[in-house]
């Protein structure tokens, strides 16, 4: 990598634990106003200290946060299909890299769906914001998004996805956690963060996934939903933070996300 390339990568993975809490709040880009983000200054200015990397839209960071965070943004280039529409794979490239740079940027995010009808696209948008990217030494986050019609995510369909983002020229890989995971981030050979996905029933749930994911090789966590759905984001927040920087068990998580009621 180039030396700002590692830079910019160094302000999302934090280099003293080699590890990242990232905050998910792009939803919109194909929920609309979903619950709990209708107004996103709201949600996120509270969260921002707690957070090592911010991940959301181009609308929503010129509309909703501080110029003054410094806070590393890892902004969403992909979209183009929502919540209602016929395939949710359907996606294109969003955002120019011009636009990236202008939004100081540390990374860029887009979705790829392996496996759906758009396959082909999602990864061809993949090789052309990588290109992209390269010229303004931006590391690029693949998201392994999977479609309505895929219930998949085992690790042979996980570590299929994970790998072919790397192979792409990917910097750093967002997916599910599975069975085996390890073998996912094994076969990857480029940082490997676990998404959320839909809020989970528990408190306790959210610790135990994101504690097996760090314990099994994840460099961290992207989560958006489990986090400022909750009553308690900020005991949340805090909580999954000392699971990923201070190697804090589940049952440590839960009191911390108590004391901090």
Not at 127 to 139: F, L, Q, R, S, T
Not at 194 to 216: C, M, R, V
Not at 218 to 240: C, E, L, S
Request: hydrophobic fraction near 40%.
């Amino acid at each position: 990598m180039d030396w700002g390339k590692k830079n910019r990568l160094s302000q999302i993975i934090k280099p003293d634990t080699g590890r990242t809490v990232m905050l998910a709040v792009d939803h919109g880009y194909f929920l609309g106003p979903t619950h709990k983000l209708e107004v996103p200054e709201e949600t996120i200015t509270p969260l921002l200290p707690y957070a090592d990397a911010l991940m959301l839209t181009r609308g929503v960071l010129r509309n909703c946060v501080s110029p003054e965070t410094s806070v590393p943004i890892v902004l969403r280039v992909s979209g183009g299909s929502s919540i209602i529409g016929d395939d949710l794979s359907n996606e294109g490239i969003t955002t120019s890299m011009e636009d990236a740079v202008r939004l100081n940027v540390a990374a860029v995010a887009l979705s790829i769906f392996v496996g759906s009808d758009y396959e082909q696209q999602t990864l061809m948008n993949l090789a052309i914001i990588v290109d992209m990217a390269e010229e303004y030494g931006i590391p690029v986050l693949a998201v392994t998004a999977v479609g309505k019609e895929l219930g998949k995510r085992d690790e042979r369909f996980l570590s299929l996805s994970c790998r072919i983002a790397a192979e792409q020229g990917a910097s750093f890989v967002k997916t599910y956690y599975c069975e085996d995971f390890e073998k996912v981030v094994g076969s990857c050979p480029v940082p490997v963060v676990i998404a959320g996905g839909p809020k989970l029933e528990t408190e306790l749930d959210s610790f135990k996934l994101a504690h097996s994911a760090i314990q099994k090789g994840a460099k961290g966590v992207d989560f958006g939903r489990n986090i400022w759905q909750n009553p308690n984001p900020i005991g949340m927040i805090k909580a999954i933070r000392a699971i990923v920087h201070e190697n804090a068990s589940p049952e440590d998580a839960q009191r911390i996300y108590d004391e901090n009621k």
